[in-house]
């Protein structure tokens, strides 16, 4: 028989809201238990809930207390949430090409200094590796990717930029992501990308889901411009391998 | 069809709904009024739905021009001097303005946003359901951005000509506002809650649509300020390194990594989103099930609000009575110009303690 897995904590978030907490740390078991839950919620339909927001360790339920009250959905979620591990079937591989380095990059040759590397190396490193989305947040279609290798992992700027370019790859931490906007960031920006995982009146709207997996290929600035103009046009640029 | 034409108009005022539900799984904040009621209410006065789309107006005043016909109007939220071409007319009511009259609106006399709904809605390209600005995603409609002058909204229908109506809206008064403790409490001390719901709080200004940063004592955290990012609602009060808590607003980030103390209820938020800077007021801890149940009667009285509606029999009476609640209400707003911003300029989020 099954054993069903440890309890989650269920944390009130206002009247209209629980989180599902798996674990206080970044944490790939409890990713991978958040993103499960997340599917099984979609798959349940529990009467009441209205949205879900997924991150690295727990799982955000935005629900109408009109419909379900706090006790009741909280007794359903650890249910759904110790049910036993089921495979997803439908996986999602993309792979996105990213120009790394120069203007690109701006601190791809200060990473490799850190690490007693070249920039080279922190690149093919970067391009090795197999990512998963572990969240979407922050700003539209900023996706935070698990799997960066250990090598890669360290602390985020003490000085956090006021503004990092749309495209931005970048790493922070123990994590890699894909920015889409311009925005505030405190992660060491490796390169940028062509893609855009949001984009109004392009479908999809938002490229990425939590759990698709994602690897990066480095493409030169010349290939790079020309993905631009094609994103620009509405072309999703990013590769769909396994689907 | 006839249309508004915006004249006048100061910063943090956009068209805004009951805002965009689904997509804050990819990032996407939700959006929508900051005071549902006083939306709802000026809705109501109209006969429009309830959350459909209406003029958000910041703490300044604004001024609009009727064009190609008539254009009937609902008044709600923070109260203001307002006439139609010099004559007065009251608050919390329907007016008309005929072909070429301008309506003109002072500083919000009390709260901070007022909403100028349209009979028959303001016709927009719904984006995910929605026609609410989110500026810093580039969202919204018919501009995706805060207003200017000179921008136009078109009534989807004709203004209806039936009689002109007050609402009657209840009156919340110096209350707290109260939040469920959590989501991440155990991150502080009991001395630190203890110091959170005691002391007076004021609203910065520094404070907008994404959140409200609060001035008052330092609250200490108990295992340092970082906490794995996880999702943050309308009323998340989170603590960053500071000490200074921050009430995220509807333009918030859908994730965060400060230790949230408590959440406000949803009854209380367009309360706490109508205090202007520099207001006093505390916070009150209530059980989930007290916050439940004020849900569940604010949602009560968001679907009962037509049956707050009175024809405006006396339209003279009317104003002779706002004339001396002007008294009273003039003095000057505490709101200084050069704080609120009219769209979110690159800092925004580092402002809010927000770097990624």
């Avoid at chain 2, 604004?62 to 016909?69: I, L, V």
């Avoid at chain 2, 919204?140 to 909204?153: F, K, M, T, V, W």
Wanted: glycine share 10%.
């Amino acid at each position: 028989m099954a054993t069903t897995l440890s309890r989650p904590r269920i944390l009130p978030s206002g009247d209209s809201a629980i989180t599902v907490e798996f674990s206080s740390k970044i944490d790939d078991a409890a990713n991978q238990r958040v993103l499960a839950l997340d599917r099984a919620m979609a798959k349940d339909h529990v009467a009441g809930v209205t949205e879900t927001v997924p991150t690295y360790r727990s799982l955000l339920v935005h629900y109408d207390p009109a419909l379900i009250d706090f006790d009741r959905l909280g007794q359903r979620l650890i249910e759904l949430a110790e049910l036993p591990l089921v495979p997803t079937t439908n996986k999602r591989r993309w792979r996105i090409p990213v120009v790394y380095g120069g203007e690109h990059g701006m601190d791809l040759e200060d990473v490799a200094k850190v690490i007693n590397t070249t920039p080279e190396d922190i690149v093919a490193r970067h391009v090795r590796g197999e990512y998963r989305v572990a969240m979407i947040g922050f700003t539209p279609g900023w996706s935070y990717l698990s799997g960066l290798e250990q090598s890669l992992h360290m602390p985020r700027r003490q000085n956090p930029r006021l503004l990092t370019p749309a495209g931005t790859i970048s790493i922070g931490g123990v994590q890699t992501g894909v920015q889409c906007l311009a925005g505030p960031s405190g992660w060491h920006l490796l390169g940028q990308t062509a893609v855009r995982t949001y984009q109004l009146h392009r479908q999809p709207t938002f490229l990425l889901e939590p759990g698709d997996e994602v690897t990066f290929s480095a493409v030169d600035a010349k290939t790079y411009a020309e993905q631009d103009r094609a994103a620009q046009a509405g072309e999703l640029v990013a590769e769909l391998i396994v689907s | 069809m006839s249309k508004l034409i915006v004249s006048v108009i100061g910063p943090v005022s956009s068209v805004q709904d009951g805002g965009r539900h689904g997509a804050q799984r990819y990032g996407l904040a939700p959006s929508g009024a900051m005071d549902r009621l006083a939306l709802a209410a000026a809705n109501a006065l109209v006969g429009n739905a309830s959350l459909a789309a209406a003029i958000e107006i910041g703490p300044f005043g604004a001024s609009f021009a009727a064009r190609d016909g008539a254009v009937r109007v609902g008044l709600a939220g923070a109260a203001r001097k307002a006439d139609i071409s010099g004559r007065a007319i009251p608050w919390d009511c329907s007016m008309t303005l005929s072909e070429g009259e301008t309506l003109n609106l002072g500083f919000a006399r009390s709260g901070s946003f007022s909403y100028l709904a349209i009979d028959g809605g303001i016709a927009g390209e719904p984006i995910f359901g929605s026609l609410a600005v989110n500026s810093r995603a580039g969202l919204g409609s018919p501009y995706p951005r805060p207003l200017q002058a000179g921008d136009e909204l078109n009534a989807i229908a004709p203004a209806t000509g039936i009689a002109e109506r007050r609402i009657e809206l209840p009156v919340s008064g110096e209350l707290p506002i109260r939040v469920v403790l959590g989501p991440q409490d155990d991150e502080f001390s009991k001395d630190s809650i203890e110091l959170f719901l005691q002391s007076e709080w004021k609203v910065s200004a520094t404070s907008d649509r994404m959140g409200y940063r609060l001035e008052g004592p330092v609250i200490g955290h108990l295992h340092g300020h970082n906490i794995v990012s996880d999702g943050t609602v309308n009323g998340s009060i989170q603590v960053p390194g500071n000490g200074a808590p921050i009430v995220l607003m509807p333009d918030r980030g859908t994730t965060g990594g400060y230790p949230k103390l408590a959440t406000v209820i949803s009854a209380d938020l367009g309360r706490i989103a109508q205090f202007q800077p520099g207001k006093v007021f505390r916070f009150k801890a209530v059980s989930m099930a007290e916050a439940q149940g004020e849900a569940l009667k604010f949602m009560k009285l968001m679907g009962t609000l037509p049956d707050r509606l009175r024809t405006i029999e006396n339209l003279h009476l009317n104003i002779e009575a706002l004339g001396d609640a002007n008294v009273a209400g003039a003095a000057v707003s505490a709101v200084d110009a050069a704080t609120w911003h009219s769209s979110p300029s690159a800092d925004a989020p580092a402002r809010q303690g927000e770097i990624t």
